[in-house]
């Protein structure tokens, strides 16, 4: 594997290949990470990954200098893998040579709501440094995990009206075997929290389940997670029941009728705010 921090020695090692497959990250790489840069791979080569902490998607009182960096470790995770041709781990000073005055701005009604009504310009932040990225390594597929549900929407409608030639795969979450998603957050934990945090996923599936016995009340099953969760010293941003299609509310009769669903997720447990999500539908 190539370990590279510029531009210019990314484009040197990808020169004339015409079916790269991208896997961005902000590193700390863990088995959800690993199972992108496979799903990359069985759709395109060579297989870049990148790791870098964009200072762009992190607010003012959020964890950017805090935020687990661990390139040694993640490279030997990689290298043992062997799915990934060329590292890119570029230096801030290389992403951002000037301050960015030109910016993604998604629209409000996708990245205004959930984790954008929540943190300010975090989709301004992921849209500029994802469409630079696309820019630097030009795949032709790119892999984003579900776990960043909303995220994995934001860059897909990016792409499409942008014209983007980038195929975005989506990978299902991957989970631990208690049912927490895996997040490079996650090592925030203490031990009490740890055994805690898959409550989050579980009240998603009993949401699912509630579902499937035909319960359609969208705001009693979002109030009935929300105060389980609150109850337990959780602090709640959101539990909301979605469209798929586009993350909007929806009605009674669009539930019963069988429209795809999404409920997410995101609360703090402690000082560590951790999101899931979990597809479903009425009836099923």
């Known amino acids: 594997m190539k370990v590279v921090h510029t531009i210019e020695e990314l484009r040197d090692q990808l020169r004339g290949q015409l079916h790269v497959s991208f896997v961005p990250t902000m590193g700390n790489l863990h088995a959800g990470h690993l ?36 390139l040694e470790s993640d490279i030997e995770k990689l290298e043992r893998e062997r799915d990934v041709y060329v ?35 975090f989709f301004m932040g992921v849209g500029t440094v994802v469409l630079k990225l696309f820019s630097c390594v030009q795949p032709r597929v790119a892999v984003f995990g579900k776990k960043d549900y909303q995220q994995l929407m934001v860059v897909r409608s990016m792409c499409r009206q942008f014209q983007l030639p980038v195929n975005i795969l989506a990978h299902e979450t991957v989970r631990d075997h208690d049912g927490l998603a895996l997040s490079s957050r996650n090592v925030y934990l203490s031990e009490a929290e740890r055994a805690e945090a898959p409550r989050l996923y579980a009240l998603l599936q009993r949401i699912q389940d509630q579902l499937k016995q035909g319960c359609a009340d969208r705001e009693q099953l979002e109030g009935e997670a929300l105060a389980d969760l609150s109850g337990r010293g959780w602090q709640v941003d959101y539990v909301s029941l979605r469209r798929q299609r586009d993350l909007g509310i929806p009605t009674a009769e669009e539930i019963r009728a069988g429209e795809p669903l999404v409920t997410l997720a995101a609360a703090k447990l402690g000082a560590t705010r951790l999101i899931d999500n979990l597809e479903m539908r009425y009836g099923e």
């Open 87 to 121: 590292l890119f781990a570029p230096r801030e000073s290389e992403m951002y040579p000037e301050p960015q005055s030109f910016q993604i701005q998604p629209p409000s009604d996708l990245g205004g709501i959930l984790e954008g009504e929540f943190r300010p310009g």
């Open 35 to 70: 199972a992108l840069m496979k799903l990359a791979r069985q759709h395109g080569s060579p297989v870049v990954a990148s790791i870098f902490v964009n200072r762009l998607q992190f607010g003012p009182n959020e964890d950017f200098d805090r935020y687990p960096r661990t």
